[in-house]
């Protein structure tokens, strides 16, 4: 599945102004569940904080990917959100994050799904000039943009 795909226009939130990690994550499930790809969303945030658990998924860049696998999940989606303040997210290079990417899974479809969103993320994430247009995105159409490049 493909990452403009599963990114909604309504599941992007520029400037969001969150002051830790939890209060960042219950700001993209409660748009995940506005659209109907999470139905459960404390089963949902459960998941993802076992997975925070296992390690952080500050991946460094100022960029974390949260997901999780879960019963409270109806459908594959993508959240984005770009943070008007820094959170520490024990980042594996200890940097502050900025641009969080949320990754919802269904139970069942638990496998490959998650493994390839992350994998399409992360080929991206790598490249600075898309870092940048996540940071300069004036729009949810501009960022949907940076995402098909």
Do not use: C
Not at 13 to 28: H, I
């Amino acid at each position: 599945m493909e990452l403009k795909e599963l990114l909604k226009k309504e599941h992007v939130l520029l400037d969001l102004d969150a002051n830790s990690r939890d209060e960042s994550l219950d700001e993209l499930i409660k748009v995940m569940q506005n659209t109907g790809v999470v139905e459960d969303a404390a089963v949902y945030k459960e998941a993802v904080l076992n997975r925070e658990a296992e390690g952080s998924t500050g991946i460094g860049f100022g960029v974390a990917i949260p997901h999780g696998k879960s019963t409270g999940v109806s459908e594959p989606g993508l959240a984005f959100a770009r943070l008007t303040n820094e959170i520490d997210w024990q980042s594996l290079d200890g940097n502050p994050v900025t641009s969080v990417f949320m990754i919802a899974i269904p139970e069942e479809q638990a496998g490959n799904e998650h493994l390839q969103i992350l994998s399409q993320l992360s080929r991206k994430l790598m490249h600075e000039d898309f870092r940048q247009k996540l940071q300069d995105a004036s729009s949810s159409d501009e960022l949907l943009a940076a995402l098909e490049a």
